[in-house]
């Protein structure tokens, strides 16, 4: 299975410097917003394609939990996000499993075997389930607009990430935030604690190669 546990360990907040085979890359971790999660069960995906519909396996209590963008900037090159973190819990990782859906298994991956969300329009997105129903639901007009108002948020804004209300009766929202380098496929990775409690959830962009 591959696993680039020097990036995800950056989550841990003690890294601002790490080689890359570009050179020192400076690590800048931002709020993107706070994600309400009225089921608890986690989507990853591209915003617009929606190909990866599915939750994963494991889920939390419902709540509000802060999503954060770490931000990697080399001299002479642009930023680029480099993780996309959802936080659970303020306690430290000490265990990295990848995030699959119900029935799926990593344990015969080779070592640069994972699986990942498509990104095909330089964006990602954490939401909940709930939120997908809601989408799943929305006539052609509907998607349309609920696709500009996705673009239109990260073009017209300041920043590389938004914070989107889908159902304005729930406040039910999504955090989307850019893809590294774009375009590709991106795996998910679980973030426990020495007990084994869910911490986090975190997407490598794979900006940094392992």
Not at 95 to 114: I, P, T
Not at 132 to 160: F, H, P, Q
Not at 180 to 186: H, I, P, T
Request: one cysteine or more.
């Amino acid at each position: 299975m591959y696993i680039n546990k020097d990036v995800l360990n950056i989550t841990k907040g003690n890294t601002k410097m790490i080689d890359t085979e570009f050179g020192r890359m400076q690590i800048e971790k931002v709020e993107a917003g706070k994600l309400k999660l009225a089921t608890g069960k986690v989507i990853a995906t591209d915003p617009i394609l929606l190909y990866d519909d599915q939750c994963y396996s494991k889920s939390v209590a419902p709540g509000t939990y802060t999503v954060y963008i770490y931000n990697g900037k080399i001299e002479k090159r642009k930023t680029q996000a480099v993780l996309a973190e959802l936080r659970f819990n303020e306690n430290i990782p000490v265990k990295w499993e990848m995030a699959l859906f119900e029935g799926e298994n990593s344990s015969s991956f080779a070592s640069d075997e994972f699986m990942g969300y498509e990104v095909e329009n330089g964006l990602g997105c954490f939401m909940d389930e709930h939120v997908m129903s809601v989408l799943d639901v929305l006539g052609e007009d509907e998607l349309e607009k609920y696709e500009n108002n996705i673009k239109d948020t990260i073009r017209k804004g300041d920043k590389s990430w938004a914070d989107v209300i889908i159902d304005e009766k729930t406040g039910s929202n999504i955090i989307v935030f850019a893809s590294g380098w774009n375009s590709g496929v991106f795996p998910t990775y679980y973030g426990f604690d020495k007990n084994n409690k869910l911490v986090k959830l975190v997407t490598d962009f794979m900006v940094i190669e392992a």
